[in-house]
């Protein structure tokens, strides 16, 4: 298949992609992982490993997709939330977190579903204008941006608390024998995790409208 180079209203059509654009972008994958073997990261296996998942995971999420996107219902959207919400909170837990702790994955779970949740609705229905605001080409996208984003924000919060307890071990025995709450003596740790876990998003958001906004207008209008 031939890329299209015409364009419309100064907007370029759409390039359809082929194998040789898919190999020569892991090309580049291939130079991280010599790079991580060069400098003795560890890391090759690891940037191999997520390529490998990312494209069985595509392949496989965009065949669910269509399904959903054809037949336009509620009940398939609610059903593939709660599999995003589901594989999100499995992703945490089981792969990315290094320390765990007793209860995580109902924690997780309820912590997933008590923010993406609200806020998709919310953010398709009143900030987007979508009615109804389940519609899947809506919605889907923003829960997925959303759990990706929780996703980070869970793992490096819940990392920095477990080992910062660890670490601290002491100081937070001394306040809890001199009479201390368990809020008042792991405080410190969690405003810094909360701190730590929120620079991301902050970071994200004091260049959103010079870097990312501008080039996510020109995909949105590439596939209208």
């Known amino acids: 298949m031939n890329n299209l180079n015409g364009?419309?209203?100064?907007?370029?059509?759409?390039a359809h992609l082929t194998w040789v654009n898919i190999a020569i972008g892991l090309l580049f994958l291939l130079l991280d992982a010599s790079l991580s073997i060069f400098f003795q990261l560890g890391l090759s296996v690891s940037l191999l490993t997520a390529a490998a998942r990312c494209v069985l995971q595509l392949t496989v999420m965009g065949f669910v997709l269509q399904r959903v996107f054809e037949t336009n219902s509620p009940w398939a959207v609610a059903g593939?939330?709660?599999?995003?919400?589901?594989?999100?909170?499995?992703?945490t837990v089981v792969n990315k977190s290094k320390r765990?702790?007793?209860y995580m994955f109902p924690s997780v779970l309820l912590s997933m579903l008590s923010s993406a949740i609200p806020v998709s609705i919310l953010g398709t229905r009143f900030a987007m204008g979508y009615d109804p605001w389940w519609q899947p080409a809506a919605?889907?996208?923003v829960v997925g941006m959303l759990c990706g984003n929780t996703i980070s924000a869970i793992v490096v919060s819940t990392t920095s608390i477990l080992r910062d307890v660890k670490d601290n071990r002491d100081k937070v025995e001394m306040y809890l024998a001199f009479g201390g709450s368990r809020w008042e003596a792991c405080k410190p740790i969690a405003t810094d995790a909360l701190r730590l876990?929120?620079?991301?998003?902050?970071n994200q958001m004091s260049v959103i409208g010079l870097i990312s906004i501008p080039g996510i207008v020109l995909l949105y209008q590439q596939t209208e």
Do not use: H, M, N, W
Not at 7 to 14: A, F, H, L, N
Not at 82 to 91: A, H, K, N
């Open 7 to 14: 364009s419309k209203d100064g907007v370029p059509e759409p």
């Open 80 to 91: 593939i939330t709660c599999l995003l919400i589901l594989l999100g909170t499995i992703e």
């Open 100 to 102: 765990r702790f007793q």
């Open 139 to 141: 919605y889907i996208p």
């Open 197 to 202: 876990a929120l620079t991301p998003t902050l």
